[in-house]
Every structure is written in C-alpha cells, then in structure tokens.
C-alpha cells in the first residue's frame, strides 16, 4: 500500500521527505520521526501550559502537588527525580503565580507542607484534559495492535538507546 505525503496546511502540495538526501530504509529515518514528534509535542504542550503562564515542568510539579497534597518540598523532588534547589525554584514561581500555598508541618515547624490552590486545582485538571485530549486524538493513528506492536519496538530501541549510553561515560 502506498503511503500519500504529508500536505502543506498552507498551500496543500506535497511536503518533502523528512530528510530527502536519506533512503527512507536508512535508520536514521526513525530518529528523525522520533525527534520531530517529541519537538512538536513539546509545542503543543508549552500552548496548553501558557494559558496559565506557567512553565511545562512547573506544570509537573502543580500536578503532582494536586495529586498528593502535603508533602514536603524534599518529598516533592524525591517523587518528581529532580534536584531539591530546582523544586525551590519551581515552588517559588508557583506560589508566586497563586497556584500552590505553603504551611508549616504541625509536627515540625522546620517542615513546610505544599498544597494547591483552587488556581492550581483549576490549572491542573484543565491541563490533564488538554493532556488526555492529545493522547487520545494521537491514540486513534493505531489500532490497538499496531499500538502493542508500536510500544514492543520503542521498548527495544529504549534499551538500545540505553545500552549504548553506558559505553560512552
């Protein structure tokens, strides 16, 4: 079955090969692919996190405030994998911005606890809709196999990706 090529939105001629001077069998090709999803993803995502100004990984950090409120800001950046002096500044720009509010630990005065706002409730849920929107829009591209087969091939080459990466520190 032959494929049509992907037509321009403006004009809608043809568009070229994603990288022309490659063989498509090259396999190159599929980083490519994987590159260019991932960037336009990442537009997408930044237009839905603008609506409330935030940052995309402030938006990770809102919902995983929403998702568990209370914890501490240590907590915070063990369940987010990230550096503690990162989570301080992505809190600080938050709090700003009226999504989450800190109290004191009723245990320890030390500790400050993190909770969101009704804000950040309301950013959170419209995000995870917008969020949920785009995967299933995208999920339908697939059949259900195709989708398992699809999973089955970026777990290898996730792997392989891996793999590589410990012969080169």
């Known amino acids: 079955m032959q494929q049509s090529s992907p037509q321009s939105e403006e004009s809608g001629t043809a568009l070229p090969p994603i ?3 490659l063989d498509q069998r090259d396999p190159r090709i599929v980083f490519f692919q994987i590159g260019y999803i991932e960037r336009t993803q990442r537009k997408i995502f930044a237009a ?27 907590e915070l950046a063990d369940a987010m994998r990230i550096e503690r002096a990162t989570v301080t ?7 700003r911005g009226g999504f989450i509010r800190r109290e004191p630990d009723p245990d320890d005065q030390r500790i400050m606890r993190i909770y969101p706002t009704q804000k950040g409730i309301d950013a959170e ?14 999920s339908k591209a697939l059949t259900e196999d195709e989708s398992l087969r699809m999973r089955h091939l970026l777990q290898k080459l996730e792997d392989a990706v891996l793999q590589y990466q410990q012969t080169i520190k």
């Open 48 to 74: 839905v996190f603008s609506k409330y100004q935030l940052h995309p990984s402030q938006g990770f950090a809102l919902s995983t405030i929403v998702r568990f409120p209370g914890r501490s800001q240590r």
């Open 125 to 138: 849920a419209y995000i995870t809709g917008e969020m949920k929107r785009f995967h299933e829009a995208c």
């Open 89 to 95: 500044v992505t809190l600080q720009k938050l709090e």
């Open 19 to 21: 990288k022309p001077e």
